[in-house]
């Protein structure tokens, strides 16, 4: 990732301290880079909740040194914009999934690791970012959303809380649609809990039929600055039962 778009000719990148690392102004991230802020610093549970908090997020492939994003286009979905297409609807009425949240966090994100069809930084969760994001788990920042069937793991997703803010981070699924219905799951229990958007960092067409839209980074920053401050409670996600949540949804009518 990193080879095939830093060069000598781009603007300078800012070098993080390993051990107390300090972000810049993610305003100042590379606009010809997609949003490369920084390189280096670490993977502790204070740094990454620091960058969440400034709207920086870590992405690199195995090869790289710790990269760090703030990208000029920010991908988010409102809790009550999720989409759901007809032939979905009539997926979820004819399975019983059920939903439950915080119960398999790290076969959530190893389930993402492993999920090699996904494009995205689904498919580089390093072994240094997995183990990140269950320690970050055991402090009650980081967040799953896991998807049942005949009491099988067959899908889910995960992400970090800030305050009104629920940071998605990946999403993986065993059985085709297990990770919409996690995402359908998630936005109905964030929006009864009073949480504002789902940041999902980088657009894609999967994400914009799902509901999700782009907003520039500073309008993103804005919203950020605002939620990150709300003290919001984790939903406990008490009806497991997805049949009985899908009524309360809209969905697409043209397909």
Known sequence: MLNDTLTPSVMPISYLDP??????NPESASTSLDGLLAIGGNLQPE?????????????YSEDDPLLWWSPPVRCILYPHNIHVSRSLKRN???NRYSITSDLAFNKVVRGCSLDGNRKNKGSWITMDMEKAYCKLHG?????SVEVW??????GGLYGVAIGGIFCGESMFSKVSNASKVAL???CQELKSAGFSIIDCQLMTPHLERLGAQPISRTAFLDILKIQRHRTIDWPDFGVNDIRSLIHKVAFRANQ
Do not use: S
């Open 139 to 143: 402090a009650g920042a980081a967040h």
């Open 19 to 24: 051990v107390n690392p300090e972000f810049p």
């Open 184 to 186: 359908i799951a998630l």
């Open 47 to 59: 740094t990454l909740l620091t960058a969440y908090g400034q709207g920086i997020f870590p992405w």
């Open 149 to 154: 069937l005949d009491d099988k793991l067959i």
């Open 92 to 94: 979820i009425r004819k």
